[in-house]
């Protein structure tokens, strides 16, 4: 049973940091994409970024690349997002996720198994 748990989210001002752990447990996660959707208030889940497990290859949405940098520690079988200038239309719910699908469905469909999600808010 895959079980992952997102801890990180809070409060910051725009134009700060913060950054997103995902404890990954339950599976050997060497043939998955781990890595992180939001949904902010009245809109739907989208991509935000994965991670490749095998190779660390790293693949962002257009609206984070740049400022995110996800990254991931094996030892600890961690996902990290850090999220630099951040922006109020950051605001969202962000959820760890992980799957074996391919990418383009991943980006399309989401995730095979979620977490509960971590609030992040960004005020001006």
């Known amino acids: 049973q895959v079980q992952l748990v997102e801890s990180g989210g809070g409060l910051v001002q725009a134009g700060g940091s913060l950054r997103l752990s995902c404890a990954a447990s339950?599976?050997?996660?060497?043939?998955?994409?781990v890595g992180w959707f939001r949904q902010a208030p009245g809109k739907e889940r989208e991509f935000v970024a994965v991670?490749?497990?095998?190779?660390?290859?790293?693949y962002y949405s257009d609206s984070v690349k740049g400022p995110f940098t996800i990254s991931r520690d094996v030892a600890k079988n961690t996902v990290l997002l850090q999220m630099n200038s951040l922006k109020p239309e950051d605001t969202a719910v962000y959820y760890c996720?992980?799957?074996?699908?391919?990418?383009?469905?991943?980006?399309?469909?989401?995730?095979?198994?979620w977490g509960k999600g971590t609030l992040v808010t960004v005020s001006l």
């Open positions: 339950g599976r050997t996660f060497s043939t998955y994409y």
């Open positions: 991670i490749r497990w095998r190779d660390a290859g790293t």
């Open positions: 996720g992980a799957s074996q699908k391919f990418l383009a469905t991943i980006r399309k469909d989401g995730m095979d198994y």
